[in-house]
């Protein structure tokens, strides 16, 4: 077989399987595993797929920055934050990650709600101001343009000031062995940092994200209270991620 027609084989078995294993596929084609390695490597650097020990996950299609990701999925994000923005009860301190699903949980909060809203996106932090009886809190840092958010260790230290009862934490992959994953080291640095001053961590995920794998891991998992997918998602999805030790639930 030829290195392309492998390669092809390889993303057609990432899309229906979810995942290839580099010895099963070596001894399946009649190759060295060090042929599937360098394949999976070759895909890797491309942006195809995710390598992980011992072979491969699909790479996350939520790695755009934050203009590209407003136009994936915009539907979904839409039911997502609305769910999101149901479960914010008044008085609750809240920590409101980046992306696109946040800046629809802040648009989506009732307008008479009173809580506190703690974010280090400037662009959620803009959303928010339209809820007149909601308190925000603007973590500084520098900004990351990618996502339009603010990392580094002063986002950190600001953070440990706070207890949130609820964080709304943005990922590009969930996936039941990989876990929680995002495209950025920074970025999966600050996302930790809010996840262990939460009470509770609550993941709004689009479909693009789901059994999907990014390089930078931030938590598994069995760390959240809640994964909320979309109202479309397949039975076999869902419980392929209920397998990862979460409490799954569609947004309808």
């Known amino acids: 077989m030829l290195t392309a027609q492998r390669k092809q084989l390889i993303l057609s078995r990432l899309a229906t399987h979810g995942q290839i294993v580099a010895g099963e596929l070596a001894v399946e084609l009649g190759t060295s595993e060090d042929t ?10 491309q942006g195809k797929l995710q390598r992980v020990h011992g072979g491969a996950l699909p790479a996350s299609a939520a790695t755009g920055d934050l203009r590209v990701r407003q136009q994936v999925s915009s539907d979904e994000k839409q ?23 946040a800046i629809q949980v802040a648009r989506q909060l009732p307008a008479d709600l009173r809580a ?23 973590l500084g840092g520098r900004l990351f343009r990618h996502s ?8 950190i230290e600001a953070a440990s000031r706070f207890r949130a009862d609820l964080f709304f934490l943005g990922v590009t992959g969930v996936h039941p062995e990989a876990g929680l994953s995002t495209g950025d080291a920074e970025e999966a640095d600050v996302k930790r940092a809010l996840h262990a001053r939460a009470a509770e961590t609550v993941v709004l995920a689009s479909s693009e994200k789901l059994l999907s794998a990014s390089a930078f891991v931030i938590a598994p998992m069995k760390a959240l209270s809640l994964l909320v997918v979309p109202d479309g998602t ?18 309808d």
């Not at 039911?79 to 699903?101: S, W, Y």
């Not at 280090?120 to 803009?126: K, L, M, Y």
């Not at 076999?236 to 409490?247: D, E, P």
């Open 36 to 45: 599937i390695r360098r394949d999976l490597r070759e895909l890797a650097q």
């Open 116 to 138: 506190t809203v703690i974010t280090h996106s400037p662009n959620v932090a803009v959303e928010l101001a339209a809820h007149r009886h909601v308190d925000i809190i603007v």
């Open 148 to 155: 339009m958010v603010n990392v580094g260790a002063s986002v």
């Open 79 to 101: 039911a997502l934050g609305r769910f999101g923005a149901q479960l914010i009860k008044p008085g609750q301190v809240v920590m409101l990650d980046g992306g696109t699903t």
């Open 234 to 251: 397949p039975a076999k999805t869902v419980n392929t991620l209920r397998a990862g030790g979460v409490a799954v639930q569609k947004a």
